[in-house]
T-cell receptor
Framework: DAGVIQSPRHEVTEMGQEVTLRCKPI?????LFWYRQTMMRGLELLIY????????DSGMPEDRFSAKMPNASFSTLKIQPSEPRDSAVYFC?????????????FGPGTRLTVL | DQQVKQNSPSLSVQEGRISILNCDYT??????FLWYKKYPAEGPTFLIS?????DKNEDGRFTVFLNKSAKHLSLHIVPSQPGDSAVYFC????????????FGSGTRLLVRP
């Protein structure tokens, strides 16, 4: 099994540009999560999808952030316009079911640098 | 407001000895606790978990202890191996929002050969 796939692995962009991060969850997993890791705030949940439907987006910091899951095998996290404070590592994770007792499998992350 | 705290940013132990990583939490609604391990340039990987109805869970060299009255849990690694060198994150979730993991800030473990 390939695991959770994220692209790109590294992204460097200039302030004001649009950034799109991509995630392919593990096949058969019906829950998908986007996390952000920063030095200041640690690892925090941005948004949670179940069966392609956004269930909890309370962690999305601002309207500049948006996430979509058009089908069970693909999700995007978009930042428009990007700002230097968005620099962080963004992780995608997936799992089966809805129970919190089911393990979340994380992708390798995308390191975003906004200049 | 940090609901899950890992107060030791780093820990160094000798190979073969015990590693003890600690985690404190403030939310009494948390009923499930997990430990994740993270190597550089990789995502966190699940290590071990414990439900609030238990006070101990063991998996090979890894044991997690939960003290609900103190709102404290710890991860014991015995014996420690150099390959265990990584950042360890404690996480917790509450029953009604069990999908939402609240992570601690992590403890970097170095196991010296």
């Amino acid at each position: 099994d390939a695991g959770v796939i994220q692209s790109p692995r590294h992204e460097v962009t200039e302030m004001g540009q649009e950034v799109t991060l991509r995630c392919k969850p593990i096949s058969g997993h019906n829950s998908l999560f986007w996390y952000r890791q920063t030095m200041m705030r640690g690892l925090e949940l941005l948004i949670y999808f179940n069966n392609n439907v956004p269930i909890d987006d309370s962690g999305m910091p601002e309207d500049r952030f948006s996430a979509k899951m058009p089908n069970a095998s693909f999700s995007t996290l978009k930042i428009q316009p990007s700002e230097p404070r968005d620099s962080a590592v963004y992780f995608c994770a997936s799992r089966t079911g809805t129970s919190g007792y089911n393990e979340q499998f994380f992708g390798p992350g995308t390191r975003l640098t906004v200049l | 407001d940090q609901q899950v705290k890992q107060n030791s940013p780093s820990l160094s132990v000798q190979e073969g000895r015990i590693s003890i990583l600690n985690c404190d939490y403030t939310n009494s609604m948390f009923d499930y606790f997990l430990w994740y391990k993270k190597y550089p340039a990789e995502g966190p990987t699940f290590l071990i978990s414990i439900s609030s109805i238990k006070d101990k869970n063991e998996d090979g060299r890894f044991t997690v202890f939960l003290n609900k009255s103190a709102k404290h849990l710890s991860l014991h690694i015995v014996p420690s191996q150099p390959g265990d060198s990584a950042v360890y994150f404690c996480a917790a979730s509450a029953g009604d929002s069990s999908y939402k993991l609240i992570f601690g800030s992590g403890t970097r473990l170095l196991v010296r050969p």
